[in-house]
């Protein structure tokens, strides 16, 4: 199935996340990323809930730091990647050059002093999407659509 998804993501801490060639301070709070799969959206989000994996992405290295609290995927043929990073960029603070290599947004994170889920559902129903939170790799292999 391909789509996009949202992370939901806590930081308890201040953290000097390091990536392949950048380095982002992050303030304590929440974080929402945004991402897309165009193969394979179950497989994707269930690669973010694991521990072990290689580090690729921006978001590896910060999941290496962080607590994925949840994840909503967003079943849909089209990309919508940036158009949900424009959405949720009207209520979070971005983080500049967070992932956003292939579309035309300055990041694909942004900040939440509180949790995000109620503006992330917002934005959702908003736009008419449909969409499943989870929580673990199992919720995903039990998804039923």
Do not use: Q
């Amino acid at each position: 199935m391909r789509g996009s998804y949202f992370l939901v993501i806590g930081l308890d801490t201040k953290k000097e996340v390091h990536t392949k060639g950048r380095v982002f301070n992050l303030k304590p709070g929440y974080y929402v990323y945004v991402g897309s799969a165009m193969n394979s959206l179950e497989k994707r989000v269930a690669r973010h809930f694991r521990k072990n994996k290689k580090l690729h992405w921006h978001i590896d290295f910060l999941l290496k730091e962080a607590e994925l609290l949840r994840a909503y995927l967003i079943p849909n043929e089209k990309r919508l990647e940036e158009k949900l990073s424009l959405e949720v960029a009207k209520f979070g603070e971005p983080v500049e050059g967070f992932g956003a290599g292939d579309i035309r947004v300055s990041t694909n994170l942004y900040r939440f002093e509180g949790e995000p889920d109620e503006t992330l559902v917002k934005i959702l129903k908003g736009l008419g999407l449909n969409w499943k939170r989870v929580k673990s790799v199992c919720e995903i292999e039990e998804l039923r659509w």
